[in-house]
């Protein structure tokens, strides 16, 4: 059964509704539901996934639309009502926040009210965002642009403003930023410190800023660029913009730049600016074949893990050998898990929300494995067929687009990971699932109790089968974070979830474990 509600004239961003979707998946006899601006590109989608119905339908770019599937027999009142109780819930917080002044109207009315703002969270329709966008530049404001789909010729004419006027336009698409200690979209909560990020990716800002903060450190800002920054038609625009700004930045003592290779020219361009810096550089280009030396004021990292390591031996005067190998601590536990398995379990599959993160563990564990199939997959030949059947060695990017189109992210939302999981349980080869686990704000409240149903109901489909799925995972958390690291590694401990202290080093736990 369907139904949609529509609130007109309510507008929220994306992150109030993803989070507001995930909450009304919860109510007794709900199936499933999506939450959007009714805008003609979402009723489009909600249309094509035959969500919709004529009042969704008739709803304005402006309006809220619910839209949810549930159980013949459930009471659709009942529903409706606990629905209506959530947004009362949600608006009633809202104003206790708010001062005693009227929600501004516009931009211009909010900066009149908060005259000594300087940076404001972009997350609307992206064919708005340019006209907003342009508004705040000329007021002076830097920006996030938390929005997607916006073109690659206004991202590029903003950026060019921002040069102009010394501001930081990041994004579109930046997911993840900590300026002045104060986390916006997906974001951790760690210690002020002398550690500057620089971020292409916004998981990998996540994981680079927590192993700083677990390893006794902390971070001046962390500067999220969105993930076309550093292509050839961009240019580096903010990459260079931000650079320059640490550089006068006082409190920040080193600086740590995390992306993927970026284009020969735009890489030249900005170690060239880096060059004439004062201040000490690390480097992260993930996944990238070049080997590079340290020199000067340029000191380049394989991993994450070693960004963030390093980055702290720099920041001490103190040399860092990086771990190119797993732990030998580890090497009793990977063996006693591979003595658990049949022989016929050989395969991992990996299970991600963040899609560095993803990468992350696919780099360290290719050439070992001899490839891994992904739906995110550089080399065509590893190209999954179909996303959502695996094929031996398969890791899942479930953040990216093609997973979620009318429906939350997986760091909100754990339906379709906890499928994807019971699947992949299913299959007699897998010997290990593979899971990241991101904590911090905007990622879910509980996100260890939501994934628990999943992976106790994948060891009795392997017990059944008289086999022993060995799941891993690490937390890309703190204990500053909402949802508690100590209380999360818990849940997961208590359910026989192996968990590692990084990414990478759990990707050489598998590793250890398929290969022996």
Known sequence: MLANLVKKNFYRDSVFLMALSNKVKSIDGVIDSSVMMATDANKKLLTETGFITYEGASALPNDLLICLSYNAQADIKKIMAGVENMLDVTVSRENARSRVYENPKNIEEAVELQPDSNIAVISIPGQYVRYQSEK????????????????????????????????????????????????????????????????????????????????????????????RDLKKDVGGLMAIESIKMLENDPATKVICIVSKPPASEVEEKV???????????????????????????????ATLEDAALKSIAVLKNKKYA??????????????????????????????????????????????????????????????????NISYKNSFID??????????????????????????????????????????????????????????????????????????????????????GFNKQKEILENAGVIILPSNVTAAKFVERIING
């Open 398 to 483: 479930l953040g990216d687009d093609e997973f979620t189109r009318g429906v939350p992210h997986p760091m909100i939302d754990f339906t379709t990971r906890n499928k994807r999981m019971i699947q992949e349980a299913k299959d007699k080869e897998v010997a290990v699932i593979f899971f990241d686990m991101v904590l911090g704000y905007g990622a879910h409240s509980d996100p260890a109790n939501a994934i628990l149903p999943a992976i106790i109901e994948s060891q009795k489909i392997a017990k059944k089968q008289k086999r022993h799925i060995t799941f891993i995972t690490s937390i890309c958390g703190t204990d500053l974070d909402p949802q």
């Open 136 to 227: 705040l530049l000329k007021k002076g404001v830097n920006q996030m642009i938390f929005s997607d789909n916006i073109s690659l010729e206004d991202e590029i004419h903003l950026k060019k403003i921002g040069v102009e006027k010394n501001l930081l336009v990041l994004g579109p698409d930046c997911g993840t930023a900590i300026i002045n200690g104060v986390p916006l979209g997906f974001a951790n909560v760690v210690r002020s410190g002398s550690i500057g990020v620089v971020a292409a990716s916004g998981t990998g800002t996540q994981e680079v800023a927590t192993i700083i903060h677990k390893n006794g450190e902390g971070i001046t800002q962390a500067i999220g660029l969105g993930g």
């Open 271 to 301: 170690l060239g600016t880096i060059k004439n810096c004062k201040k000490p550089f690390v480097i992260i280009f993930l996944g990238s074949k070049t080997k590079r030396n340290d020199s000067g004021n340029l000191f380049f990292a």
């Open 322 to 387: 990086p771990k190119k190998k797993l732990p030998k601590k580890f090497f009793g536990l990977a063996s006693k898990e591979r003595k658990k398995h049949s022989k016929n379990q050989k395969y991992v599959r990996g299970l991600f929300s963040g899609g560095t993160l993803c990468d992350e563990a696919m780099f360290v564990l290719e050439d070992s494995l001899g490839g891994v199939y992904s739906n995110i997959a550089v080399n065509p030949d590893l190209k999954l067929i179909d996303r």
